[in-house]
């Protein structure tokens, strides 16, 4: 197993990894350095405790939706810096706790269409139904656009 010391040892590495002995590797060192400083930041942030990136799901129940309506509770602070002596702040307690095993979230879907109408009348049947009509000559760069344009509209 390959241990390399240095920045110019993992990139020799990543090359002979690609094939470079036996095939002309057609990448600028621009390229590699850029990659090698993806990776060194993806283990910086991934390595410490064996994280993992996972899609995890959760339904909000009734209790939840009405505990998350918040109770706002405001705090004055008192200090002079730049002529403010005091400043009033507001905060409300309308979070969801996570287990200690969540060390972050990156990103929330939401998973219904409740904000656009239903049915017939619904945006994503509309743009499907014109789709359907050529199945089979569309292909998948499509149908991913209208997704990614759906997600824009429901966020």
Same mark, same amino acid.
């Given at each position: 197993?390959?241990?390399?010391?240095?920045?110019?040892?993992?990139?020799?590495?990543?090359?002979? %990894? #690609?094939? &470079?002995?036996?095939?002309?590797?057609? *990448?600028?060192?621009? $390229?590699?350095?850029?990659?090698? /400083?993806?990776?060194?930041?993806?283990?910086?942030?991934?390595?410490?405790?064996?994280?993992?990136?996972?899609?995890?799901?959760? %339904? #909000?129940? &009734?209790?939840?939706?009405?505990?998350? *309506?918040?109770?706002? $509770?405001?705090?004055?602070?008192? /200090?002079?810096?730049?002529?403010?002596?005091?400043?009033?702040?507001?905060?409300?307690?309308?979070?969801?706790?996570?287990?200690?095993?969540?060390?972050?979230?990156?990103?929330?879907?939401?998973?219904?269409?409740?904000?656009?109408?239903?049915?017939?009348?619904?945006?994503?049947?509309?743009?499907?139904?014109?789709?359907?009509?050529?199945?089979?000559?569309?292909?998948?760069?499509?149908?991913?656009?209208?997704?990614?344009?759906?997600?824009?509209?429901?966020?």
């Amino acid at each position: 197993m390959a241990k390399p010391s240095s920045r110019e040892e993992l990139k020799q590495y990543c090359l002979r %990894k #690609l094939g &470079k002995p036996v095939l002309e590797v057609n *990448v600028d060192d621009d $390229q590699i350095e850029d990659l090698i /400083d993806d990776a060194v930041q993806l283990y910086h942030e991934r390595h410490g405790e064996g994280i993992d990136r996972v899609f995890l799901k959760h %339904k #909000l129940t &009734k209790e939840e939706r009405t505990a998350m *309506v918040g109770v706002a $509770q405001t705090t004055t602070v008192t /200090d002079t810096f730049g002529g403010i002596s005091s400043a009033d702040y507001t905060e409300q307690a309308n979070y969801l706790p996570l287990p200690d095993t969540i060390i972050g979230v990156n990103k929330i879907f939401k998973m219904d269409s409740s904000t656009l109408s239903a049915g017939m009348f619904n945006i994503k049947y509309q743009l499907f139904l014109n789709d359907l009509y050529y199945y089979g000559a569309i292909d998948l760069l499509n149908y991913s656009q209208t997704k990614s344009y759906l997600e824009t509209i429901d966020y």
